[in-house]
């Protein structure tokens, strides 16, 4: 049986804090409704108030983002702060630019929501998103208007730099070996999306005859939604048969994920990409690999068969980033991390997941081995997850009835319940924004699946019944 180690019993403290107005990734709304200009104006001020010096902004391809970058730069800059504006870009290349050149950052983005969202990820210095801790402190200034508002001779200045973009792409060509890709075609769908601008340039830049699908910058998301689906990614699949391409490439509205069909045209699970991804890292440099709590089983098993090890975290790629530098702080080798979602953190180049950079390493996955992706994926070994939701008002009471009713087995409660029993293990979390929880069941043995599952639900459904 694995053991799975989890921050907590390694004496880190990662827990979740509950905040009023952002989430696990930034704050989220409806434009015109909840996501307005006044509120950005108001995160504006107050990242203004608690970060001083040059700060960048930027956005996704979203048709509001332009009226609320230009709210989060008012504030910013009546707050004192000089304000570059690096223009579309994807999240990463934010985070890289933030990284390398400023005290800060703003990205206007809603991720793989539909296109009437938007939304804004604080970016610290250190390229990562905001923590849990700093956030609440910026809650507590827009809850109670607490802005450090500054006189016309401390009001920061707003310049342009559109071109900055260039040195995330430049960097990610020079990550690997010169023309890596090619003889190699491979084709890319950022979905209308801010990848648009980056990932066709990275991968032509590593060689590769690179075909496009959905790669002009549209707000309105014509060709498919941000979150890249399955359904939505059927022109993808045709187009890599068509052209015989190695595969192809979607990602989500602000490409922080990439997912990918094989040269067939077939969907790859993202814990299965990770998977690949992770056999490809610790093949040559087993250590640390950092990934939630509801990622497959898959991953650790790859892990470890290169004698590397796997740290969990709670659900929320801000838990795995910040994990993975704290372990390097303390002198653990950490190769990689992600979560099961296509979004995946490679240490070497920055702390954030970053989809282009997840599209490189396909490539030099591909171009060091003589077998097809297909092939590559069908020889990982097969798990098999059943996923549920269940709606109830008290999600905290079922959580509370399960842990009794499973004491016998062994419980993690890095977020939720993780339960181990036998080869099977299952995790039962409450949803952050909804009444639901969401159960997933997983083993190597689809029976054992199937049985802890159906014990779980039988300990479920009589509490649904007195609801
Ligand atoms: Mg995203």
């Given at each position: 049986?694995?053991?799975?180690?989890?921050?907590?019993s390694?004496?880190?403290?990662?827990?979740?804090?509950?905040?009023?107005?952002?989430?696990?990734n930034?704050?989220?709304?409806?434009?015109?409704?909840?996501m307005?200009?006044d509120?950005?104006?108001?995160?504006?001020?107050?990242?203004?108030?608690?970060?001083?010096?040059?700060?960048?902004?930027?956005?996704d391809?979203?048709?509001?983002?332009?009226?609320?970058?230009?709210a989060?730069?008012?504030?910013?800059?009546?707050?004192?702060?000089?304000v570059?504006?690096?223009g579309?870009?994807p999240?990463?290349?934010?985070?890289?630019?933030?990284?390398?050149?400023?005290?800060?950052g703003?990205m206007?983005t809603?991720?793989?929501?539909?296109?009437?969202?938007n939304?804004?990820k604080?970016?610290e210095?250190?390229?990562?998103?905001?923590?849990?801790?700093?956030?609440?402190?910026?809650?507590?200034?827009?809850?109670?208007r607490?802005?450090?508002?500054k006189?016309?001779?401390?009001?920061?200045?707003?310049?342009t730099?559109?071109?900055?973009?260039?040195?995330y792409?430049?960097?990610?060509?020079?990550?690997?070996?010169?023309?890596?890709?090619?003889?190699m075609?491979?084709?890319?769908?950022?979905?209308?999306?801010?990848?648009?601008?980056?990932?066709?340039?990275?991968?032509?830049?590593?060689?590769?005859r690179?075909?496009?699908?959905?790669?002009?910058?549209?707000?309105?998301?014509?060709?498919r939604l941000?979150?890249?689906?399955?359904?939505?990614?059927?022109?993808?699949?045709?187009?890599?048969?068509?052209?015989?391409?190695?595969?192809?490439?979607?990602?989500d509205g602000?490409?922080?994920?990439?997912?990918?069909?094989?040269?067939?045209?077939?969907?790859?699970e993202?814990?299965?990409?990770?998977?690949l991804?992770?056999?490809?890292?610790?093949r040559?440099?087993?250590?640390?690999?950092v990934?939630p709590v509801?990622?497959?089983?898959?991953?650790?098993?790859?892990?470890?068969?290169h004698?590397?090890s796997?740290?969990y975290?709670?659900?929320?790629?801000?838990y795995v980033?910040?994990?993975?530098?704290?372990?390097l702080?303390?002198?653990?080798?950490?190769?990689?991390?992600?979560?099961?979602?296509?979004g995946?953190i490679?240490?070497?180049?920055?702390?954030?997941?970053?989809?282009?950079?997840?599209?490189?390493?396909?490539?030099?996955?591909?171009?060091?081995?003589?077998?097809?992706?297909?092939?590559?994926?069908?020889?990982?070994?097969?798990?098999?997850?059943?996923?549920?939701?269940?709606?109830?008002?008290?999600?905290?009471?079922?959580i509370?009835?399960?842990?009794?009713?499973c004491?016998a087995?062994?419980?993690?409660?890095?977020?939720?319940?993780?339960?181990t029993?036998?080869?099977?293990?299952?995790?039962?979390?409450?949803s952050?924004?909804?009444?639901l929880?969401?159960?997933?069941?997983?083993?190597?043995?689809?029976?054992?699946?199937?049985k802890?599952?159906?014990?779980?639900?039988d300990?479920?459904?009589?509490?649904l019944?007195h609801?």
């Open positions: 049986m694995c053991t799975r180690i989890s921050p907590e390694q004496g880190m403290a990662v827990k979740k804090l509950e905040k009023r107005l952002f989430g696990t930034g704050v989220r709304g409806i434009v015109g409704k909840d307005t200009p509120l950005v104006l108001s995160i504006g001020l107050a990242l203004g108030s608690m970060r001083k010096g040059r700060i960048a902004v930027g956005r391809s979203r048709t509001s983002g332009e009226s609320l970058a230009n989060v730069k008012a504030g910013l800059m009546a707050a004192g702060c000089d570059v504006d690096c579309m870009l999240t990463p290349a934010l985070q890289y630019l933030v990284m390398h050149h400023f005290d800060g703003a206007i809603a991720s793989h929501n539909p296109p009437e969202y939304g804004v604080i970016i210095p250190d390229g990562t998103e905001m923590g849990d801790e700093q956030t609440l402190l910026l809650e507590e200034r827009i809850f109670s607490n802005f450090d508002v006189s016309w001779e401390q009001v920061g200045s707003g310049t730099a559109t071109q900055l973009v260039n040195d792409t430049d960097a990610i060509i020079r990550s690997v070996p010169e023309n890596i890709g090619r003889n075609s491979v084709v890319v769908d950022p979905g209308c999306g801010a990848a648009s601008v980056t990932t066709p340039k990275i991968l032509t830049g590593l060689g590769c690179v075909f496009s699908i959905n790669a002009q910058v549209d707000g309105h998301f014509p060709g941000p979150e890249p689906s399955l359904d939505g990614l059927k022109g993808l699949a045709d187009l890599v048969r068509s052209t015989g391409s190695a595969f192809g490439v979607a990602h602000d490409a922080d994920r990439a997912v990918f069909v094989d040269e067939n045209g077939r969907f790859i993202e814990n299965q990409e990770f998977a991804v992770a056999d490809h890292i610790c040559k440099h087993p250590g640390v690999v990934t509801s990622s497959s089983l898959l991953v650790e098993t790859i892990v470890k068969k004698g590397g796997v740290v975290t709670p659900v929320g790629s801000i980033a910040r994990t993975m530098r704290d372990l702080e303390k002198g653990e080798t950490v190769v990689f991390g992600g979560e099961g979602n296509g995946l490679f240490p070497d180049h920055q702390f954030c997941r970053d989809g282009g950079m997840t599209a490189t390493v396909m490539v030099a996955i591909l171009a060091g081995s003589d077998l097809p992706l297909s092939t590559l994926i069908d020889q990982l070994p097969v798990f098999h997850m059943i996923k549920e939701k269940i709606r109830i008002a008290h999600p905290e009471h079922l509370e009835l399960l842990a009794e009713s004491k087995y062994h419980i993690d409660r890095t977020d939720g319940l993780r339960i029993k036998g080869d099977a293990w299952a995790l039962v979390r409450p952050g924004t909804e009444p929880v969401r159960v997933m069941v997983e083993s190597a043995v689809p029976d054992s699946a199937r802890f599952f159906q014990e779980l639900m300990y479920i459904s009589p509490v019944k609801e």
